[in-house]
Each structure stands twice: as C-alpha cells, then as structure tokens.
C-alpha cells in the first residue's frame, strides 16, 4: 500500500511559478512510475507528465516547456515545477503512482492516488 499526500497549491497571478510536491509513504517508491494529473471543474482528469523509474520524463504538449517534473527517491518525493503559469491552468493537481504502466498517460493504469492539491492563476 502507497500513500500520497500532495502540497504547494495555492493562489498565484499569471506568469508566476509554483511548486507541488508529493510525498509518497513505502519502501519501494523508486519502484513506481509516479504521475501528474489536474481536473478542472466540469472537465475530465487529464495527464500533465509523468516521470519512471529512470528518470524519463513525459509531458503533455501544453505544458512542455512550463513545467518539470523530478524526483527524490531518497525522500520519497516527487515534485511538479510549474513555471510561466496561466489561469487554463487552474485546476486540482493529483499525483498518482503505479507500476509496470503501458501507457503513463492513461489514469486508470496508476493504483494509487492522493487526495489533490488546488492550483488557481488569476490576476
């Protein structure tokens, strides 16, 4: 069993940065390809990017460039750098972990979730 706790949303105007971060519980955290994902309101929840255990990572096209994905397999971390932020950003942030994925950016393929951090970018 995995536990996944996400922070660092909040409130921030357009332009600016923020950081997430997802602290995973386990023994073999870098066993897990761990994955970013938002849901908007009214809007299904979509890949952001993702980073395996080599540490690849995979994003989707509108935040390439924006945002990084990295992670401290010595603190069981994962991290989402979220820079040049705009307000289509704005959603709830979720890290998920899983293994042996086919597809990183499909989310039934992960087994476990956190419980989601708010972004928000407005002026």
């Known amino acids: 069993q995995v536990q996944l706790v996400e922070s660092g949303g909040g409130l921030v105007q357009p332009g600016r940065s923020l950081r997430l971060s997802c602290a995973a519980s386990?023994?073999?955290?870098?066993?897990?390809?761990m994955g970013w994902f938002r849901q908007a309101p009214g809007k299904e929840r979509e890949f952001v990017g993702a980073?395996?255990?080599?540490?690849?990572?995979y994003y989707r096209d509108s935040v390439k460039g924006r945002f990084t994905i990295s992670r401290d397999n010595a603190k069981n971390t994962v991290y989402l750098q979220m820079n040049s932020l705009k307000p289509e950003d704005t959603a709830v942030y979720y890290c998920?972990?899983?293994?042996?994925?086919?597809?990183?950016?499909?989310?039934?393929?992960?087994?476990?979730w956190g419980q989601g951090t708010q972004v928000t970018v407005s002026s």
């Open positions: 386990g023994r073999t955290f870098s066993t897990y390809t």
């Open positions: 998920a972990a899983g293994t042996s994925l086919y597809n990183p950016s499909y989310p039934g393929e992960y087994d476990y």
């Open positions: 980073v395996i255990r080599s540490h690849s990572t």
